[in-house]
């Protein structure tokens, strides 16, 4: 029985292997870049749920910059190295297309705006650039500076706070006041928190909807905050007109009057939460995190700020490099996922994915002596051209992230409101941090907070 059983699997095993070696008109394959595809169907899934960013760090190692695997039931082709991932994300709708795991694409649903393609991609993309514009920014930057103060004067209020936690919160309602014209309430906040988080920690699963699987718990996440948004709907009368027309460029359909239950709306609130909190918040973490650790860097920034004035808008300062380096040595997307639409060569397929590693190219910049170093003074110093750092952080291409100034406004504002009014220790030595599916402390990450002319710690 067990032989039988075992004889069974071997030949799904040879045949997997057999299929995986050819292009998808049977041509074989000879020279597929190196790399393993473990077991038939769940590929290498399970190790790198376990390994982590550790599961592209060794295979990196063993295989290079370009090496095969097979993740959420693809085979996959993982690309690193500045000059060809941008090549990659150049060739959107040429050579590739964007094209994420299908619990992605589920979680986030049909209309979704980083799905979407062609012309209707295009379309959506200005209508939200030209929402976000430098007008728009300016506007609520005052707005943007009052909701920091508050959150951090709270934290300084209290012994200690989950640091994290409390970033986080601080980006949902940024978020949701400035980009969805809505108010959450502090209770509320702390749900929607926790349902984002089971969003994000599920978001790349096996596509397998059933109890106990990552694709089942998003989608139960998910569930919840539709519902906890159509309830602040409903208390709004769902006027149309309360709604920013961003949300139109997220897919909801706002020409009519606006439904509880309206599953676009719900969809488009929910992606775009998601969008402006999770990756800004785990931005503003690597920053604070970067400064903890680098208390000259704290210190030299504090002296920028005194030297240049607290609105300083004369162009980049030692300000704006921390933020650009803490983004850059710990990026909040650590790749993008595309699908060939013609082979590149034997090395990249037909209708392979190919996931375009941003973390990887970064740790490994051969521009740089120290990739690994955070050291801000890159940034001031390096020629502009090609000897510059490579800096993946929002993507390339048509694809390039179209949140990118909205984020880089809210973390420089965040930086500068830290370090000028605040002093803050972490109480715990040398955290360990998560990177993947997006950097955050592995463990609870409790910091105590003062204001210059408040308690001390
Ligand atoms: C530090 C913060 C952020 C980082 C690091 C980041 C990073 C990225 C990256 C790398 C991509 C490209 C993915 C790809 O090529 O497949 C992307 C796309 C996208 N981002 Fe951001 N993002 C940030 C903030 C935001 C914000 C604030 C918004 C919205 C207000 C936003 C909305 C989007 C959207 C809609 C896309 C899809 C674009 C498309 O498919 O054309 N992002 N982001």
Redesign the pocket.
């Known amino acids: 029985m067990l032989e039988t059983a075992f004889l069974i699997f071997l030949v799904i095993f040879l045949l997997m292997k057999y299929l995986m070696a050819r292009d998808t008109d049977g041509t074989v394959l000879p020279s597929l870049p190196p790399g393993s595809l473990g077991w038939p169907v769940i590929g290498e899934t399970f190790k790198l749920a376990v390994q982590k960013v550790n599961f592209f760090r060794e295979r990196r190692r063993l295989y290079g910059r370009i090496f095969k695997t097979h993740l959420f039931g693809n085979p996959v082709i993982r690309v690193t190295g500045n000059k060809n991932v941008r090549e990659i994300?150049q060739g959107e709708n040429k050579t590739v297309k964007?094209s994420?795991p299908s619990s992605i694409r589920t979680l986030l649903g049909p209309n979704a705006?980083?799905?979407?393609e062609g012309l209707l991609?295009k379309s959506r993309?200005v209508q939200?650039m030209q929402y976000?514009s430098p007008e728009f920014l300016r506007k609520h930057r005052s707005g943007f500076v009052d909701l920091i103060d508050d959150h951090m004067l709270r934290w300084s209020s209290e012994p200690s706070v989950d640091i994290y936690l409390e970033i986080r919160a601080l980006f949902t309602e940024m978020?949701a006041k400035f980009?969805v014209d809505i108010d959450i309430l502090l209770e509320t906040n702390r749900r929607i928190k926790e349902l984002y988080q089971q969003f994000t920690d599920n978001i790349f699963s096996l596509p397998v909807n059933l109890p106990g699987f990552g694709l089942y718990k998003g989608l139960r996440a998910k569930k919840e905050l539709k519902k906890i948004f159509a309830a602040i709907i409903e208390e709004k009368g769902g006027k149309v007109s309360e709604f920013p027309s961003?949300l139109q460029?997220?897919g909801a359909d706002l020409d009519d009057y606006a439904r509880p239950d309206d599953e676009r709306l719900l969809d488009a609130i929910v992606?775009?939460m998601w969008?402006?909190?999770e990756?800004?918040s785990?931005?503003a973490f690597a920053i604070i995190y970067h400064l903890t650790r680098n208390p000259a860097v704290l210190q030299k920034v504090r002296e920028d700020i005194e030297s240049q004035g607290i609105d300083n808008t004369s162009g980049p300062s030692y300000l704006d490099s921390v933020v650009k380096e803490a983004?850059r040595v710990t990026?909040?997307?650590g790749?993008?996922?595309?699908k060939m639409n013609k082979s590149i060569g034997y090395t990249l397929p037909k209708n392979w994915t190919v996931i375009?590693g941003?973390r990887d190219t970064h740790e490994n910049d051969v521009t740089l002596s120290d990739p690994l170093e955070f050291n801000p003074d890159r940034w001031l110093q390096a020629p502009e051209g090609k000897d510059r750092a490579a800096f993946?952080?929002?993507?390339?291409?048509?694809?390039?992230?179209?949140?990118?100034n909205?984020?880089?406004v809210?973390?420089r504002l965040f930086t500068r409101q830290l370090c000028n009014r605040f002093a803050w220790k972490f109480l715990t030595k040398d955290p360990e941090l998560v990177l993947f599916p997006a950097p955050k402390p592995k463990h609870t990450l409790h910091a105590c907070f003062f204001d210059k002319f408040g308690k001390a710690c």
């Open positions: 994300l964007s994420y705006l980083s799905m979407s991609h993309k939200l976000l978020a980009l961003l460029a997220y992606e775009l969008n402006a909190s990756t800004v785990s931005g983004l990026p909040p997307v790749g993008a996922y595309r375009c941003f993946l952080t929002f993507g390339g291409g048509l694809r390039i992230c179209p949140g990118k909205y984020a880089m809210v973390l």
